[in-house]
């Protein structure tokens, strides 16, 4: 351990200085330089490469969980714990930290019931969808992104993005969202209590495509908690509370983050640590087998 620390510490200090320090012998330090690498040391550093590799590949985003997850797809035998003690030891964590301001709405003009009710886990595809809408600080003023996303997988299969908060804004999502997805039963499509959400193109626009609207109680964000979730996430993983110098700059950042990082590669817990695309992929082969 001596000898380790006067290795890390040998560009601060002299090496003589240091073993005086610690009360051992300059010659037994090269000596021990010179070692032979032990199975365990290089064990080590190859887990630390790896590490490292799939660290950066994810944006510096995953923590240890899903790192460990990495891990054991290319066949790596490591212990969950072992991959959190060498990712601290090298000052790999995941991204903290991003709350979004609060927003005091009018009182809204129709409220539907909350038929979805904390029903977050649907059994397939294109049953219970959700939706919201967040803000984007930039140099040219706010970018507003409305998103879909389906329970089932937690996939992102609208978004919208514009300089007004509008209902066109979140209509422009939910048209991505039917071109995409195609649904052939009624959808229950779930938000707040917004202006948007409330108007009559938006209850024009559920009637003409088989939607079915539920919305959060007012003032509960928890019943839309994992359209928030997503929103987090974004800002805690890509954005980190930077300003952007324009919205096409924002719009290409967030466009990147959606459709080439979280739909396609980032793990989520409740899908097994399995991104949303490869989440549903593996639902319709059990499917078309049964």
């Not at 994810?58 to 797809?73: N, Q, T, W």
């Not at 739909?263 to 049964?290: A, F, W």
Request: proline fraction near 2%.
């Amino acid at each position: 351990m001596r000898y380790a620390f006067i290795q890390d510490n040998q560009r601060i200090w002299s090496i003589r200085r240091l073993c005086s320090t610690l009360d051992v012998h300059h010659s037994g330090y090269y000596a021990w330089l010179k070692r032979p690498y032990s199975k365990t040391s290089k064990r080590q550093e190859q887990l630390v490469g790896l590490i490292k590799q799939f660290w950066l590949e994810s944006g510096g985003v995953y923590g240890y969980r899903k790192i460990y997850c990495d891990l054991k797809d290319v066949g790596e035998s490591c212990g969950i714990n072992r991959v959190h003690r060498l990712m601290k030891a090298n000052g790999l964590k995941s991204q903290r930290g991003y709350r979004k301001p609060r927003v005091h709405a009018g009182i809204p003009s129709v409220v539907a019931a909350n038929t979805l009710d904390r029903q977050f886990n649907p059994a397939h595809p294109n049953r219970l969808w959700v939706t919201d809408i967040t803000y984007i600080r930039t140099h040219e003023g706010w970018l507003y992104l409305a998103v879909v996303i389906d329970l089932f997988s937690r996939l992102v299969v609208g978004w919208s993005m514009k300089s007004r908060m509008t209902t066109e804004l979140v209509l422009d999502a939910l048209l991505m969202a039917l071109w995409r997805r195609k649904p052939e039963n009624k959808v229950l499509i779930h938000s707040d209590q917004g202006s948007q959400y409330t108007s009559y193109e938006w209850r024009t626009f559920l009637e003409h495509h088989n939607l079915e609207s539920s919305m959060s109680r007012r003032g509960n964000c928890h019943d839309n908690a994992v359209a928030e979730s997503f929103f987090q996430l974004l800002k805690r993983e890509k954005i980190k509370k930077k300003i952007y110098s324009s919205r096409a700059e924002a719009r290409s950042d967030i466009f990147e983050y959606i459709e080439m990082f979280y739909n396609s590669k980032r793990r989520h817990g409740s899908n097994g640590q399995r991104s949303p695309l490869d989440y549903e992929k593996t639902h319709q082969k059990m499917v078309i087998c049964v």
